[in-house]
């Protein structure tokens, strides 16, 4: 009786000891089945190459989106608050998104390129850490999600990054195109200009606040010109005004001027002679961006300055000749300054466009006197370029476009040479006027700070 007992026991210990190992493996078993499709499966996001993703696409989007609907929905639960959720779908080689009614085509390289996260960018300096070169050309995300505003996307690396999607809308090619910009150029003739405010503002008060700097910017931007008005006449507050928006463009003139028509430069503004027209610095390959006159004295008659807007005319010849207006935005003609010391040469189209599929005006070139040779333009497209110049000067020329101003001593003017020609009528007697050039980038670099744009 006491061995059967004891094998009773014994038998009951090893059952035990069986049914702990057994449960231990099947736990173990059960680990690994939840581990190895992860394994396999950023293996596979490793290895992918595009032609056999399509279909781990499809499956990665059917449960990326329910992982995000589920994550949604604990978050609602949890604080009450709606949290919506952006669509999107993954392609082979981009990621489709729709924000704010824009739809976005994301490419996964871009997207890499762009990571905004961890040591991708110098969040002290904004620039670029990640080196392009090596992201492999058909990388593509392992997990994508939408939450409170953001993309967040990991990388077969293991690299996770992060894009506010306001700020994807505001970066990209159809984010751009979708958007308003925060200013837009009033384009004018003299009726328009005569049923708008004067935009000017006063010299003491744009040198103390820079509310009425921005203000002056905004009409510069807007109008292609603005006044300081009581400024005292000397070169001093020549230079504070344009020192006030950001530093001067110094050129072979030197770092300011001072003309009168002696023919001190081999230019015809030393001269008394009418000028037509024109922008300035066409013989630079990057013109001056604003141009600031100040009329110090005047003892004789005539003199008046002469405003049009060029890109009104320019959008005029769009309309009427299309073509005209293709051939003046896509053929590149030399200019060049010519004098002992200096010879300058400057390549550019009559009217140079911005980048992109709106073909928005960028700057106008437009100087008859300072054109050099047109070696740029084959024989059998001579005669439509000087069509197409034709009609875009008698544009110009319109006396419905030519805004007169009397200058007077004290009162400074700034153009947009990018956009607003200038000229003058001839006059007789002493003329004196100081000035100098800004650099465009510097410009508009300040209006950002200020908010302008």
């Known amino acids: 009786m006491h061995l059967k007992s004891l094998a009773a026991s014994f038998a009951t210990r090893i059952s035990q000891q069986s049914a702990s190992v057994s449960r231990n493996i099947t736990a173990q078993r059960y680990a690994h089945m939840q581990t190895f499709p992860k394994l396999c499966s950023i293996r596979h996001a490793r290895l992918l190459t595009p032609t056999q993703s399509v279909l781990a696409s499809r499956t990665r989007l059917l ?108 970066n990209t090619y159809e984010g751009k195109q979708h958007i308003q910009t925060t200013w837009e150029p009033l384009l004018w003739n003299v009726e328009t200009l005569s049923a708008s405010p004067k935009p000017s503002v006063l010299y003491q008060d744009y040198l103390s606040d820079d509310e009425q700097l921005a203000k002056l910017l905004h009409y510069l931007l807007k109008y292609g010109f603005a006044f300081v008005e009581e400024a005292p006449v000397t070169l001093e507050a020549t230079l504070a005004a344009a020192e006030r928006i950001c530093q001067i463009r110094e050129t072979f003139f030197g770092r300011f001027w001072c003309f009168t028509s002696d023919l001190e430069r081999h230019d015809t503004a030393y001269t008394a002679e009418a000028l037509g027209a024109h922008t300035d610095t066409t013989y630079l390959n990057e013109p001056s961006g604003v141009q600031v006159f100040h009329k110090m004295e005047h003892v004789g008659e005539g003199g008046a300055t002469l405003l049009v807007d060029g890109f009104h005319a320019a959008e005029r010849l769009r309309r009427e000749d299309p073509e005209g207006f293709d051939i003046l935005s896509s053929v590149s003609v030399p200019h060049h300054y010519l004098e002992p010391g200096v010879h300058t040469t400057g390549v550019g189209p009559v009217l140079e466009l911005e980048p992109g599929a709106g073909k928005e005006l960028k700057l106008i070139r437009y100087n008859m006197h300072d054109r050099a040779c047109l070696d740029t333009v084959p024989m059998e497209d001579v005669s439509r370029w000087y069509s197409a110049l034709r009609k875009l000067t008698r544009f110009i020329r319109d006396p419905a476009s030519e805004y007169w101003v009397p200058l007077k001593p004290g009162q400074i003017l700034l153009t947009y040479n990018w956009r607003v020609l200038h000229g003058r009528s001839a006059f007789t007697g002493r003329r004196r006027v100081s000035g100098c050039y800004l650099p465009r980038d510097d410009v508009i670099s300040r209006a950002r700070v200020l908010k302008v744009i």
């Not at 779908?89 to 490419?107: I, M």
């Not at 969040?123 to 993309?151: C, K, S, W, Y």
Request: glycine share 4%; aromatic share 6%; hydrophobic share 35%.
């Open 63 to 170: 449960s990326t989106s329910t992982c995000v609907k589920s994550r949604s929905h604990i978050e609602k639960k949890a604080t009450g608050v709606p949290v919506s959720v952006t669509k999107f779908v993954q392609h082979e080689d981009h990621l489709e998104l729709e924000v704010k009614g824009a739809k976005l085509k994301l490419n996964y390289v871009w997207l890499r390129d762009h990571c905004r996260t961890g040591d991708s960018i110098n969040h002290l300096t904004q620039q670029r850490m990640v080196d392009t070169f090596l992201i492999e050309p058909d990388i593509q995300p392992v997990n994508v999600a939408i939450q409170e505003g953001t993309l967040n996307l990991t990388w077969p690396d293991g690299h996770q990054s992060e894009y506010e999607l306001d700020w994807l809308l505001s």
